[in-house]
């Protein structure tokens, strides 16, 4: 079988470095992911992750794995619950995670994105691709009403300008009250230096990120945007290597904790 070329750029190609960074972790004997389906697209995609990524680390097979066990609790609360994935790429928690046969998967993204991950990954009736923009609100219209909803946005609200992502937090805080929204954030400084051209290798630099928030300005700016009940926020907890090991340790001092990309979990009103 031939590989598929991506031919993605921008932000969309930032979903092939999250997927070699988890591949890592897959094709590990003692890797954090177990996910036959992740390694087949990794496999299958004709494009030199080293060479733009540079080796594999496992930064977001642990946010990965953070996303899943909260998807499990909500599903294990709420088994016919809709789970809207917010620019999800090539992630593949739906074949890590078991539902009863009642909860409805819907994913939200860009056209070209949504185009690879259909050549892998089809929609069915409880599996939905919505190709729209996740700014776009029609994809609002797509939830049911009347059913307990879990929003996940990976590796996205860092990618747009702060004050649509304000009003994309808002506006769905009144749309789908006491819904869950789970996402990842970056510091202040992580922001900055994409804003200036930040090359991971000399073959890849990451897109501008506008959005970049310090752990201690989360919940008050959180809790300035919309109406929510409560704040969570999360750790990276795995490291590999001996500079991983020196980064985990450092990462529990408060100078170095405020200043590291966290995950957060926020329920609204």
Known sequence: MDKIAPNLTGVP????????????????????????????IYRALDY??????GAAQPSHANRALV????????????????????????????????????????????????AIRERFIEPDARHRHVSLS???????????????????????FMYLPPEETAELIREMARRFPKASLLFDHVPRWLSKATLKGHAL??????????????RSEIEPTLRSWAAIETVEIFDYRVYRGWRGRLFGWLSRLAFIRERVPAITRVTFA
């Not at 930032?14 to 389906?37: C, I, P, Q, V």
């Not at 059913?147 to 590796?155: K, L, N």
């Open 13 to 40: 190609e930032t979903m092939l470095w999250t997927l070699h960074n988890r591949a890592g972790e897959a094709l590990r004997e003692d890797g954090l992911l177990s996910d036959e389906k992740l390694v087949e």
């Open 48 to 53: 030199d992750y080293e060479a733009s990524f």
């Open 67 to 114: 996303f899943d066990n909260a998807l499990r609790a909500f599903l294990a609360a709420y088994p016919d619950g809709v789970i809207v994935n917010l620019g999800e790429g090539l992630e593949t928690h739906r074949f890590r995670i078991a539902d009863t046969g009642e909860a409805l998967w819907i994913t939200v993204d860009l056209p070209e994105s949504i």
């Open 134 to 156: 996740a700014l776009d609100r029609r994809w609002f219209d797509e939830v049911p009403p009347g059913r307990p909803v879990f929003i996940a946005a990976q590796g996205l």
């Open 201 to 214: 290798t000399p073959n890849f630099t990451i897109p501008p990120m506008p959005w970049g928030i310090d």
